[in-house]
């Protein structure tokens, strides 16, 4: 009987820590998904700014390469890189990723944003009318849009060309018009001038560079500028590079652009983070009119910290499972190294002990007889206890030997029993003695 309740209480034991191993595992493995995002997401959020910005055509050339893996990219339209970059800092938006220019945000006012490199020069553009006869390097007193609030447009304008005296925002008639609106308007000599931030290939840009008497403002004392922005880079438009032929522009221009960066909040997944710095790699390491091949996208850190996904990156490019692997196998080989940090973390240090606690557990089983045995073979060398209530040394003896005989334990194991039962025969010898 009591054999019966030891086996019972090991069975017990048995199915009281299987369950606590499983539960174990299972909070691990919980653990490392939680905290080490083995999953990415199917979709992400862009923010592009206006419709006809760079950064609106950029956007859809990420979505383009991004879809190749089977991850979506939702494209937010703003009204410029100054309202992208509040989308980006709140919390509740879905935004996680935009191409801002440099001198829009900082560190101290966007602690949960960081940056995947540079892109490409985004100059600060101002076209103006052309007036025959009369050369106008101060805007004073015309109509000029320098962009909708919310744009880098308006952001760096006030910012430059006011500090600058080339426009007045005490007395110019600002106008916060959308590219797609200031653009025609200035073609059509319905207003006098368009300040624009954006790349060398914007439509916008493009359109107004070959438009007949429009001029383009050549900055002076950018070396200053330079000094004064760290952000800001001094960048020359060559004499003839918008059409050769009809020498435009007539000389070189110099031009104040920050770069553009590729930022991200700090908590994206790092496989979609090595996602669109592959596809930045395909869409700007070709060299521009303002920049040479592999120039960007670069390592740098303009107002932003680089992400540790893209010092990575940079280093040695992508993780290996995704240079080798289709993206959602890699995700899924990934998925079941981390898993594997539980498991291991768990069943490893059980697996090394479980012999030996399996052990003890036999042989305390067979060691608690040998207790009773010893008591018994006590009494007959003392010759006290002759009887115990009703039940003789001898049944006593057989019931001891009965316990053994319905053992059930592994082979490894036999050989103790079998010492068991030859020593219960020597007591018995004893007794009978």
Same mark, same amino acid.
């Given at each position: 009987?009591a ?6 209480r090991?069975?017990?034991y048995?199915?009281?820590g ?12 919980w653990?490392?998904?939680? %905290? ?28 383009e390469?991004?879809? +190749? ?6 494209l ?10 509040a989308?980006?800092?709140d919390a ?5 990723i ?10 101290k006012e ?21 007036q025959?006869?009369?050369? +106008? ?5 015309m109509r ?11 952001a ?9 005296g ?7 008639k600002q106008l916060? %018009? ?33 438009? /007949? ?12 500028w330079?000094?004064?922005y760290?952000?800001?880079?001094k960048?020359? %438009? ?7 032929a009809?020498d435009?522009?007539?000389t070189?221009?110099v031009?104040?652009?920050p770069?553009?960066?590729?930022i991200?909040?700090?908590?994206? /997944?790092p496989?979609?983070?090595?996602l ?14 303002? /920049? ?6 670069a390592?740098?850190?303009?107002? %932003?910290p ?21 993206f959602?196998?890699a995700v ?8 594997l ?26 060691y608690?007889l ?13 010759g006290s206890?002759?009887t ?8 006593r ?8 005989k319905?053992f059930?334990m ?20 004893k007794?009978?003695?």
């Open positions: 009987m054999e019966e309740e030891s086996s019972t090991w069975d017990r048995f199915l009281y299987s369950i606590g191993v499983l539960a174990l595992t299972g909070v691990a493995a653990l490392a998904f939680a %905290l080490l995002r083995p999953t990415p997401p199917r979709t992400v959020t862009m923010a592009t700014g206006p419709e006809d910005s760079s950064a609106a055509a950029l956007g859809k050339r990420y979505r390469i991004l879809a +190749r893996d089977g991850v979506g990219v939702r937010v339209p703003t009204a410029g890189a100054v309202a992208s970059a989308l980006l800092r509740k938006s879905d935004v996680s935009a191409i801002l220019p440099g001198g829009i945000t900082d560190q966007s602690p949960d944003l960081v940056s995947l490199g540079t892109l490409f020069y985004e100059p600060l553009w101002l076209f103006y009318r052309e025959k006869g009369e050369n +106008r390097p101060v805007l004073r007193d000029i849009s320098i962009g909708p609030e919310g744009s880098g447009s308006r760096l304008a006030l910012e430059f060309f006011v500090r600058a080339i426009i007045d925002q005490a007395s110019d916060a %018009l959308m590219p797609s609106e200031s653009v025609p308007k200035l073609i059509h000599g319905e207003i006098d001038g368009v300040a624009l931030l954006g790349s060398w290939e914007m439509p916008g840009v493009q359109q107004l560079l070959a438009a /007949h008497d429009v001029k383009l403002i050549n900055i002076r004392r950018a070396d200053a330079v000094q004064l760290p952000f800001l880079n960048v020359t %438009l060559p004499a003839g590079v918008v059409n050769m009809e435009i522009p007539p070189d221009l031009l104040l652009a770069k553009a960066s590729l991200v909040r700090g908590n994206l /997944h496989a979609i983070q090595c669109l710095m592959e596809a930045a790699v395909e869409i700007h390491s070709e060299p521009g009119v303002l /920049h040479k091949a592999g120039e960007f996208p390592a740098e850190s303009i107002d %932003l680089l992400s540790e996904p893209a010092r990575q990156f940079y280093k040695t490019g992508p993780p290996f499972f995704q240079r080798t692997l289709p959602w196998l899924f080989v990934q998925q079941l190294l981390v898993l940090i539980p498991v291991l973390g768990v069943l490893y240090p059980l697996l090394r002990f479980a012999p030996g606690l399996f052990g003890w557990f036999m042989r305390r089983r067979i608690r040998y207790d009773e045995l010893i008591l018994l073979e006590t009494e007959i060398a003392s206890g002759v115990d209530g009703k039940v003789t040394r001898v049944e003896l057989n019931g001891l030997e009965e316990k053994a319905k059930r592994p082979k490894s194991f036999e050989p103790l029993v079998y010492d068991l039962r030859l020593h219960i025969s020597l007591v018995r010898e007794i009978e003695g």
